[in-house]
């Protein structure tokens, strides 16, 4: 059965504080990204990867970076936490041109 | 990547088919369509993708109008368990790195 994990299913934060939400994959796939989904603005990309070492902005990378130093895991960092990043985070991966497989997501509450 | 519209929410009788619209009208001759849904508190779940075929999986149908401007997305006997959020996204199959763009969806609540 494919997988998509995601570090933790519920996390609070302070403000200021860095936090590191992980995503791990089982399928061997090039491609991951990060969403965050807000009530009544759906979901936005915050950044993808489509190899290792290699990521991309998405709409909304402000406050967020990533980092993907192997294949199967792909991390969002909020280098200092704000309210404003309160949100469900989505990580998924996909190979090239097909479907994402998305996480069960992180709900995050900043402080 | 195109545009999606689909109505903010329907409802369907458990049993029943449910037959979800949506509208792409700007949609370029190398753009696949592709229908996920998200049930409560869980990440989105991919359901089928066509291009301009119809297409039928264990699923879901889909079906494409001719001209591609829209599709449908059938679930033939709807159950409780069916409740979700489902997208319509349009996605250029020529991209390698299947960036996705959500809309908001349409609510489809199935009642007892």
């Known amino acids: 059965d494919v997988k998509v994990t995601q570090s933790s299913r519920y996390l609070v934060k302070r403000t200021g504080e860095k936090v590191f939400l992980e995503c791990v994959q089982d399928?061997?796939?090039?491609?991951m990204f990060w969403y965050r989904q807000d009530p009544g603005l759906g979901l936005r990309l915050i950044y993808f990867?489509?190899?290792?070492?290699?990521?991309e902005k998405g709409d909304i990378p402000e406050g967020y970076s990533v980092s993907r130093e192997k294949k199967e895991r792909f991390s969002l960092i909020l280098e200092s936490a704000s309210t404003n990043q309160t949100s469900m985070y989505l990580c998924?991966?996909?190979?090239?041109?097909?479907?994402?497989?998305f996480g069960p997501g992180t709900r995050l509450t900043v402080l | 990547d195109a545009k999606t519209t689909q109505p903010t929410s329907m409802d369907c009788a458990e049993g029943r088919a449910a037959n979800l619209p949506c509208n792409h009208s700007?949609?370029?001759?190398?753009?696949?369509v592709y229908w996920y849904r998200q049930i409560h508190s869980q990440g989105p779940q991919y359901i089928i993708h066509?291009?301009?075929n119809n297409e039928t999986n264990e699923m879901a149908s889909l079906i494409i109008t001719e001209d591609r401007k829209s599709s449908t997305l059938i679930l033939p006997h709807a159950t409780l368990r069916d409740t979700a959020v489902y997208y319509c996204?349009?996605?250029?199959?020529?991209?390698?790195?299947?960036?996705?763009?959500f809309g908001q969806g349409t609510t489809l609540q199935v009642k007892p």
């Open positions: 399928m061997d796939h090039e491609n």
């Open positions: 996204i349009v996605r250029d199959g020529s991209s390698n790195t299947g960036k996705l763009i």
């Open positions: 990867s489509y190899d290792v070492k290699m990521k």
């Open positions: 066509g291009l301009k």
């Open positions: 998924a991966s996909s190979s090239q041109r097909n479907e994402q497989f």
């Open positions: 700007t949609i370029s001759g190398n753009e696949y």
